[in-house]
């Protein structure tokens, strides 16, 4: 005979009691197992209506399950798993109740956390039952409290948590646990990673503050779950509130209306956290959820480092079943066959987007809509995102497993600075950037350019490169000198362009250039001369620099080439073997000839170089924003972060 208890929280530390609440009063047979493994910790029999367990020091941080019996405890009775069934068969039982032991010492044992989903638990805990639940979500009659002081609350029969979290012993990780009530800034500051696994749905304003914080503060996220963050919850002592309508929820602060988080009042769209949402997602309900079992993701970016030893090509089909029963996504447009991110729904600029799956079919039976797996930078932090809730249940698939393990590997460990691929390979002999776009010469003379971005979008040719060797961009205008384009040819003449096509670019005549010449914005325009043998060129601070083959570094100011296209070049130095230069932020930047960076001031005299690290394989080079970009014939274009480097 069962006996039906709850405990008076979802969580204590090592060393610390735990109450339960048993709806017996005699002998109560009661067992507790690792949930995660199976391994009993306890067997006992403890007296109703109340027991008091004091969690021994040395029980690892995990989540457990103790179930009660009327008569002797059942050790042999292990925790449920997923049976496969879609829908999932029956509720979590009333005699078992779910906690999980948090390290008594923060962090000691790892640098990951593993959050569990008690809220979402507690949320279908009843569902279906008038004034028990909050499910089902129209359902007149339904609850807008709900007590965790009450039996059920498990995990539901399908076990989305279940798989990823049975998986990360055996597959070397040791990690840390909390209940998704215990996320709060210090104890987030212990870790490098938080995992948020399975479905994850209802999150309170300081759930997610917190875990906001802890990403801008350099902390990682990954989300292996999906339909994650969707309502906004109050937690009141031990009750949670979900009204689920704006006109009944009597809070006094609008942000705080328990409703969507990309509703009204609210409008906080959880984009910013997770980078989707389920309002582009999909959802498979009911008697359609088995259409999960035939759903694959689509490779998207295959270069990326979160596919690294998967073996994927752009377009390659994985992750069978992975997908739902929901999913989120980030509404993104086609751009010459590559997503990118429209950022109209809240998605940060920053996301890219790595997989697809379009799953706007599935209107028949719930939601129709995708699933975009992807990763972003938010603040320090790195956010992933695998935006499905079965992820971790189908994590026996080769290919989730090594995306799963590149993920944990590369977030839970000291960021080590290293080029990132943003682009396919392309046979590039010259990189600049303006604004929010880079610009490239192509081999065959071809001009350039794609947004500049951490997506793997494709070069699309503008217009024809005049002959330049090398390519830089100003900031600022300045001596009636534009910000778009300037190049140097093979002869040693100066050029300018307007940076970005226009409606004229094939038409005669048209807008006056610069220092009055005539041109249309996509036509070349000579402005002088520059230094015989000239092979680099950046432009910073009212100045061109030209290195050359001989390895000088020469250099004439806006003004002095406005008053005379034949104005005297001045030595600024040795060039320090640059093979490209750029210029960004007040310094000139050089790439040489053994892939070696190295700035100075943007002054027209001889100056220091400072060494800054390696570009590997590199042969152009472009700067700006803060960001280091590189290409050459054979290898992808990369970028990487100024900030990661250190002068020397």
């Known amino acids: 005979m069962t006996v039906r208890a709850h405990a008076t929280a979802t969580s204590c530390a090592q060393g610390e009691e735990l109450g339960f609440r048993l709806d017996a009063t005699g002998p109560v047979g009661v067992t507790v197992h690792d949930a995660t493994s199976d391994r009993l910790v306890l067997a006992a029999t403890v007296h109703g209506p109340s027991w008091t367990l004091r969690v021994p020091g040395d029980w690892p941080s995990s989540l457990y399950r103790?179930?009660?019996?009327?008569?002797?405890?059942?050790?042999?009775?292990?925790?449920?798993?997923?049976?496969?069934?879609?829908?999932?068969?029956?509720?979590?039982?009333?005699?078992?109740?779910?906690?999980?032991?948090?390290?008594?010492?923060?962090?000691?044992?790892?640098?990951?956390?593993?959050?569990?989903?008690?809220?979402?638990?507690?949320?279908?805990?009843?569902?279906?039952?008038?004034?028990?639940?909050?499910?089902?979500?129209?359902?007149?009659?339904?609850?807008?409290?709900?007590?965790?002081?009450?039996?059920?609350?498990?995990?539901p029969p399908e076990r989305w948590e279940d798989g990823l979290l049975r998986w990360l012993s055996p597959a070397g990780y040791t990690v840390e646990y909390c209940s998704g009530l215990d996320l709060d800034p210090g104890l987030l500051s212990a870790y490098r990673l938080l995992v948020v696994n399975g479905h994850d749905e209802y999150w309170s304003a300081g759930m997610r503050d917190a875990c906001e914080g802890f990403a801008r503060r350099g902390g990682n996220i990954a989300f292996f779950s999906g339909n994650t963050c969707w309502w906004q919850i109050r937690v009141e002592g031990r009750t949670m509130v979900c009204?689920?309508?704006?006109?009944?929820?009597?809070?006094?602060?609008?942000?705080?209306?328990?409703?969507?988080?990309?509703?009204?009042?609210?409008?906080?769209?959880?984009?910013?956290?997770?980078?989707?949402?389920?309002?582009?997602?999909?959802?498979?309900?009911?008697?359609?959820?088995?259409?999960?079992?035939?759903?694959?993701?689509?490779?998207?970016?295959?270069?990326?480092?979160?596919?690294?030893?998967?073996?994927?090509?752009?377009?390659?089909?994985?992750?069978?079943?992975?997908?739902?029963?929901?999913?989120?996504?980030?509404?993104?447009?086609?751009?010459?066959?590559v997503p990118r991110v429209t950022c109209r729904d809240g998605t940060p600029t920053t996301f890219v987007v790595l997989a697809t799956?379009?799953?706007?079919?599935?209107?028949?039976?719930?939601?129709?809509?995708?699933?975009?797996?992807?990763?972003?930078?938010?603040?320090?932090?790195?956010?992933?995102?695998?935006?499905?809730?079965?992820?971790?249940?189908?994590?026996?698939?080769?290919?989730?497993?090594?995306?799963?393990?590149?993920?944990?590997?590369?977030?839970?460990?000291?960021?080590?600075?290293?080029?990132?691929?943003?682009?396919?390979?392309?046979?590039?002999?010259?990189?600049?950037?303006?604004?929010?776009?880079?610009?490239?010469?192509?081999?065959?003379?071809?001009?350039?350019?794609?947004?500049?971005?951490?997506?793997?979008?494709?070069?699309?040719?503008?217009?024809?490169?005049?002959?330049?060797?090398?390519?830089?961009a100003p900031r600022e205008a300045g001596a009636g000198l534009g910000t778009g384009l300037y190049g140097v040819t093979a002869e040693g003449v100066l050029r300018y362009r307007e940076a970005a096509p226009g409606p004229a670019e094939s038409a005669a005549g048209g807008a006056a250039g610069p220092m009055g010449w005539a041109g249309g914005p996509g036509e070349w325009i000579d402005l002088g001369g520059a230094p015989a043998g000239t092979i680099a060129l950046a432009v910073q601070d009212g100045t061109f620099f030209a290195a050359t083959s001989a390895g000088r570094l020469w250099a004439v100011t806006f003004a002095e080439l406005a008053a005379s296209p034949h104005a005297r070049w001045h030595d600024a130095g040795d060039s320090a073997g640059?093979?490209?230069?750029?210029?960004?932020?007040?310094?000139?930047?050089?790439?040489?000839?053994?892939?070696?960076?190295?700035?100075?001031?943007?002054?027209?005299?001889?100056?220091?170089?400072?060494?800054?690290?390696?570009?590997?394989?590199?042969?152009?080079?472009?700067?700006?924003?803060?960001?280091?970009?590189?290409?050459?014939?054979?290898?992808?274009?990369?970028?990487r972060a100024a900030t990661t480097f250190s002068p020397s």
């Not at 979402?120 to 279906?128: D, E, I, L, S, V």
């Not at 309002?279 to 690294?308: D, I, K, Q, V």
């Open 243 to 337: 009204h689920r309508d704006p006109l009944t929820d009597p809070v006094d602060d609008p942000a705080l209306t328990t409703v969507e988080w990309s509703s009204a009042p609210v409008s906080r769209p959880e984009n910013s956290l997770t980078g989707v949402s389920f309002r582009n997602g999909a959802g498979t309900w009911g008697p359609s959820m088995p259409l999960m079992r035939e759903e694959s993701y689509t490779a998207r970016f295959a270069g990326h480092w979160a596919f690294e030893g998967t073996g994927l090509t752009d377009g390659d089909k994985f992750g069978q079943g992975s997908l739902g029963y929901e999913t989120d996504a980030a509404e993104f447009t086609e751009v010459m066959g």
């Open 357 to 472: 799956a379009d799953l706007r079919h599935w209107s028949s039976g719930g939601q129709g809509g995708w699933a975009t797996m992807g990763v972003f930078s938010l603040g320090r932090g790195t956010v992933f995102n695998a935006a499905t809730v079965n992820w971790g249940n189908t994590i026996h698939d080769p290919i989730v497993e090594r995306i799963t393990r590149n993920v944990i590997d590369r977030l839970s460990r000291p960021a080590v600075p290293a080029w990132e691929m943003i682009g396919p390979v392309a046979d590039v002999r010259a990189l600049a950037a303006s604004g929010s776009a880079l610009y490239a010469v192509s081999a065959d003379d071809a001009l350039l350019t794609r947004e500049l971005c951490g997506q793997n979008m494709q070069w699309m040719p503008i217009g024809r490169a005049g002959g330049v060797v090398c390519l830089d």
């Open 66 to 155: 103790a179930r009660f019996v009327s008569g002797p405890p059942e050790p042999d009775v292990l925790v449920p798993r997923p049976s496969g069934d879609l829908p999932g068969i029956g509720t979590s039982p009333d005699d078992e109740v779910y906690f999980v032991v948090r390290q008594a010492t923060p962090g000691a044992t790892s640098p990951i956390l593993v959050s569990v989903p008690f809220t979402t638990w507690q949320a279908y805990n009843r569902a279906g039952v008038p004034g028990e639940s909050v499910y089902w979500t129209e359902q007149p009659d339904r609850a807008s409290r709900v007590t965790f002081d009450r039996p059920g609350g498990g995990p």
């Open 578 to 639: 640059a093979v490209c230069l750029s210029g960004s932020n007040g310094r000139v930047y050089a790439l040489g000839a053994d892939h070696r960076l190295r700035t100075r001031l943007p002054v027209p005299a001889p100056s220091a170089w400072s060494v800054l690290g390696e570009a590997p394989g590199a042969a152009v080079l472009a700067v700006h924003a803060g960001l280091l970009v590189t290409a050459a014939s054979g290898q992808p274009l990369r970028w």
